[in-house]
């Protein structure tokens, strides 16, 4: 009768039950791992390290559609430092994304042209390693990272230029003009929207870090502390690896975020762990996300699409809640943290 009668209620007592009795299971322990366990699972599940050799290193980003040459790389460099690209010659690619600052602005959301800000709130990521990712922006929808140049330059907000009003600035300017057709030639058009594209992008696959995670896993076992080494374990045993795998750590698939909801929170009209500052819902207003690239993340707070989190423990904790289903304790978020921070990097093109 009661049944009959409160049909939603009993189907509410036996989902909480169920959760309940899920939640107060007592966890997996961990399993203990020496250096090299650690390192050989570490590379088996694809985090590989950046390559050691120049060759190696160009392999894994040149590409047909887009062959490197140094000339291409150094016009790139030219043009990504230089506010040309900008209206009012204010604000060049550097502005938001300084190298020396890990690759972005440090802000929770970009300023661009006019000091305006951008109109979702969104957080300008790193370039370093960008190139690694098999496509780009917070929603995934640029293929790469020269498709992705157009994006800026055009945005109202960033650069506020036509691709015909980038081509004639530079036209104006014989070092730009000379550079285009030497690197591209009269039958690749010379000085064209299309090869400014090409040649920021072929400059910025030049942006990959090498960080003493890459040394450990090419054998060091000195390059990581131990409470990195345990924070590496946990990384990979409790999952965070099945979102952020290969060598960028991330860029490689759309992911649903947040994955899992406290029963508690589920009337929360938040659709974020945070507040949703700018109203962004990822693609397709799904709340999917490229997944972050973890490489330098400690010099790249603030954190998540709209720079809500400041505390790389935080975005942390949230990950291991929202993500994994299950939050990491103080001293395993601490782990988790030393581990990141290994992944802090120096340019390798450069060395
Ligand atoms: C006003 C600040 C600003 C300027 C100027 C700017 N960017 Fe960005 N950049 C951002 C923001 C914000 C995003 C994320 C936007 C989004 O996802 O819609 C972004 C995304 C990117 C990404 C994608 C990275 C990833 O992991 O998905 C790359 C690469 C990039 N910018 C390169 C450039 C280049 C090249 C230029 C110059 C042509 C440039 N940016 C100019 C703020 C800026
Ligand atoms: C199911 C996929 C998935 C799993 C598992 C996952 N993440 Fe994430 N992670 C994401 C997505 C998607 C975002 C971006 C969310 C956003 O900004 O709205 C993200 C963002 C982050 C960020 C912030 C990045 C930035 O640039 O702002 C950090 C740090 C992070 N994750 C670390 C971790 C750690 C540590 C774990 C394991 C505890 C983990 N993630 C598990 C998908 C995942």
């Known amino acids: 009768m009661f049944a009959a009668r409160h049909p939603i209620l009993i189907f509410f007592s036996v989902v909480m039950v169920v959760y309940g009795l899920v939640f107060s299971l007592p966890e997996r322990p ?36 887009n062959r490197l040459s140094p000339e291409k790389i150094a016009l790139g460099k030219m043009l990504f430092n230089d506010p040309i690209l900008s209206r009012d010659d204010s604000v060049s690619c550097a502005s938001c994304h300084i190298l020396a600052e890990g690759g972005d602005d440090n802000l ?20 370093l390693n960008a190139a690694l990712a098999r496509s780009q922006f917070w929603d995934g929808r640029a293929p790469d990272v020269e498709a992705q140049a157009a994006g800026p330059i055009q945005a109202p907000f960033e650069m506020n230029l036509t691709p015909d009003e980038v081509v004639r600035k530079l036209s104006a300017i014989p070092r730009y003009v000379d550079a285009f057709y030497q690197v591209f030639g009269e039958e ?5 929207f299309e090869n400014v594209q090409m040649a920021i992008g072929a400059y910025e696959r030049t942006l990959l870090t090498e960080s003493n995670f890459d040394l450990f896993l090419r054998g060091d076992d000195a390059a990581l502390s131990a409470s990195a080494k345990r924070g590496l374990n946990l990384f990979m045993q ?22 899992h909801r406290p029963i508690v929170e589920v009337f929360d009209n938040e659709p974020f762990p945070f507040p949703n500052e700018g109203g962004f819902l990822g693609r397709g207003e799904r709340r999917y996300f490229r997944v972050p690239i ?12 709209n720079g809500a989190v400041e505390d790389l423990k935080e975005a942390v ?7 994994l289903g299950r939050a990491f304790t103080p001293a395993q978020i601490d782990d988790v943290v030393a581990f990141l921070k290994s992944l802090d990097g120096t340019l390798v093109f450069d060395r």
């Open 317 to 323: 904790h949230i990950m291991s809640k929202y993500q």
């Open 294 to 305: 973890l490489r330098n993340i400690s010099r790249t707070a603030p954190y998540f699409h």
């Open 108 to 127: 929770p959301t970009a300023v661009g042209f006019h000091g305006l800000r951008n109109p979702q709130h969104l957080n300008s990521p790193t370039v």
């Open 238 to 259: 409790k999952g965070c690896k099945g979102c952020h795998a290969g060598t960028g750590l991330g860029g490689l698939s759309i992911q649903r975020f947040p994955l």
């Open 30 to 65: 961990l399993r203990q791992l020496d250096d090299s366990e650690l390192r050989a699972w570490a590379l088996d599940v694809g985090l590989k390290p950046v390559p050691e050799t120049f060759d190696a290193l160009r392999g894994l980003v040149d590409t047909d559609d």
């Open 188 to 192: 690749a058009g010379g000085l064209r």
